[in-house]
């Protein structure tokens, strides 16, 4: 045996681990099953909405070729209340209007072969002139009156409502009857992880208390503290 000196004795003290024992549920996964999952909160913000009404009260609703999520574009009848009488009354005008012309140009030609009668054909054309005149104002005004009673497209875009009616119902100025949103939108992102975001992957919006499906187009990085910031020295200058 060998004795060691009192300057040489080893201290021993116990180790204290600081790793916690976790417990690991295994459980078998396959191809295609959801590794994570996050929340990312997504706002959709429209750069265009419009709120379509008739412009006359008391007439039957008659024909509405659209519905709720379909796609539109600027222009496009959605919906009308009877017209038919305007229809044919226009076609009317249109009739007298051709007709009325083509006079006029016959006398004026007239005055080239027969310039003896040259004001003969001229009181002629004078009075077919204010025909005219007549003709053309009746057709502006059934135009506006038939204008009234049907909606068109004001842009293009998605029909997010139509007014719910029946057949009996009669049409009032007062209430939207087609609701639109522009096709042209952005996506932005409240939070700061957006990895999982791609383009082209679909995603659901909220619009006017309804869902949709739509498809992510473009990824753009808003910093808002920048914005936050120019703002401040803006006002402050």
């Avoid at 077919?128 to 909606?151: A, H, M």
């Amino acid at each position: 045996c060998v004795f060691l000196p009192d300057e040489q004795e080893y201290c021993v003290s116990p180790v204290i681990s600081q790793e916690e024992e976790v417990e690991v549920e295994q459980v078998m996964v396959v191809k295609g099953d959801i590794k994570e999952e996050k929340d990312i909160n997504v706002i959709y913000e429209s750069k265009a909405s419009s709120a379509l009404k008739f412009g006359i009260s008391g007439e039957p609703y008659s024909n509405v070729y659209v519905k709720k999520g379909d796609t539109v574009k600027k222009g496009q009848l959605l919906a009308q209340l009877d017209v038919q009488e305007y229809l044919d009354n226009i076609d009317d005008c249109n009739g007298s209007i051709n007709e009325t012309t083509l006079e006029i140009t016959h006398n004026k030609e007239l005055q080239v072969i027969d310039p003896a009668n040259s004001a003969n054909y001229q009181k002629n054309i004078d009075l077919l002139n204010k025909d005219l005149t007549v003709y053309n104002q009746r057709k502006s005004e059934l135009l506006v009156k038939k204008n009234e009673r049907q909606i068109y497209a004001d842009i293009d875009g998605v029909v997010t409502s139509v007014y719910p009616y029946v057949a009996g119902d009669l049409s009032s100025e007062d209430d939207v009857f087609i609701s639109l949103v522009s096709e042209e939108s952005n996506l932005v992102a409240e939070t700061n992880d957006v990895t999982d975001l791609k383009v082209g992957m679909e995603l659901t919006a909220t619009i006017l208390n309804e869902e949709y499906t739509i498809v992510l187009s473009s990824i753009e990085e808003v910093n808002t503290e920048e914005t936050t910031e120019e703002t401040t020295e803006e006002t402050t200058e």
